[in-house]
Nanobody, 125 residues
Framework: QVQLVESGGGLVQAGGSLRLSCAASGGTISRFSMGWFRQAPGNEREFVARISWRGGSAYYADYADSVKGRFTILRDSAKNTVSLQMNSLKPEDTAVYYC???????????????WGQGTQVTVSS
């Protein structure tokens, strides 16, 4: 059973940066699809970014349009971690951010086997 623990959330001013980290234990995630999702109060959980194994040492990353060019998802297979570098943050990025993983499917809100507990990101204007 894989456990995911997020860290790195906090309060930041608009235009600032934060780096979220997701540490996995209980299994090796090098071939997992890994992703970040977020949920703001009153809203449904939404996709932010994911990185998926495509065979050998190849990975593919994709992003929600709202964060493209500002956020970067990174994985460190040696450390069993996935990070989300968030730059040029906006107040509308305020949400609880969740890490998700799946060993056989591309992660999505409805198809992720493992979830972390979430970390709060607040961007002030």
């Amino acid at each position: 059973q894989v456990q995911l623990v997020e860290s790195g959330g906090g309060l930041v001013q608009a235009g600032g940066s934060l780096r979220l980290s997701c540490a996995a234990s209980g299994g090796t995630i090098s071939r997992f699809s890994m992703g970040w999702f977020r949920q703001a109060p009153g809203n449904e959980r939404e996709f932010v970014a994911r990185i998926s194994w495509r065979g050998g040492s190849a990975y593919y990353a994709d992003y929600a349009d709202s964060v493209k060019g500002r956020f970067t998802i990174l994985r460190d297979s040696a450390k069993n971690t996935v990070s989300l570098q968030m730059n040029s943050l906006k107040p509308e990025d305020t949400a609880v951010y969740y890490c998700a993983a799946d060993p056989s499917r591309i992660v999505s809100v409805s198809s992720s086997s493992y979830w972390g507990q979430g970390t709060q990101v607040t961007v002030s204007s």
